[in-house]
């Protein structure tokens, strides 16, 4: 099967899933299981659990998540620490329509395609799906706020020494 096969079969899962519901059903974690890996699952299901998992929506009815890591000593795709990441879900203008600012993501799904998607982006849409995100309308300076903590501009750091710690990082999300 194509990934975008599974991508479509991934996403009528997801659908299925009752929202008055607080659990999943043996059926959708098995038809989970035969999608994703069990650790993935597990992972997106305690970033849920933990209620880690923030719907920001603007006046202007933009959508943003936020996923709070599972540890502080994670870091994003720029090498610099984080506590969290952006989660884009259904995104118009690309062939991709989600996207996160994880690590995983850039390795095990555009880099390797060895995965549909990251835990993180799995957590946000099985909990949008439940009714289990925490809802926070934002305006433009708290969305602003949102952006430069997840993606923070490198000030006085040398190019070099931030390709070399991103090199880095891609060689530890192999081990993901």
Avoid at 115 to 124: D, Q, T
Wanted: net charge negative; aromatic share 6%.
């Amino acid at each position: 099967m194509s990934s975008d096969e599974l991508l479509r079969l991934a996403k009528s899962v997801i659908q299925s899933i009752d929202p008055k519901c607080s659990f999943l059903s043996d059926e959708t974690l098995e038809l989970l299981n035969s999608l994703f890996p069990e650790k993935l699952i597990i992972a997106a299901l305690d970033l849920i659990d933990r209620k880690n998992v923030i719907h920001y929506v603007t006046s202007w009815g933009h959508t943003e998540y936020e996923v709070i890591a599972s540890t502080d000593t994670s870091e994003n795709t720029i090498g610099t620490s984080t506590s969290s990441y952006s989660v884009l879900l259904d995104i118009q203008a690309s062939p991709m329509q989600y996207s996160c600012s994880c690590l995983a993501f850039l390795h095990s799904v555009l880099r390797l395609e060895t995965h549909l998607m990251c835990k993180h982006i799995l957590a946000a849409l099985i909990a949008r799906q439940m009714n289990l995100t925490i809802e926070r309308p934002t305006n433009p300076d708290e969305l602003a706020v949102l952006f430069m903590r997840q993606f923070p501009i490198l000030k006085g750091e040398d190019i070099s020494d931030s390709n070399a710690s991103q090199s880095h990082n891609l060689d530890e999300a192999q081990n993901l």
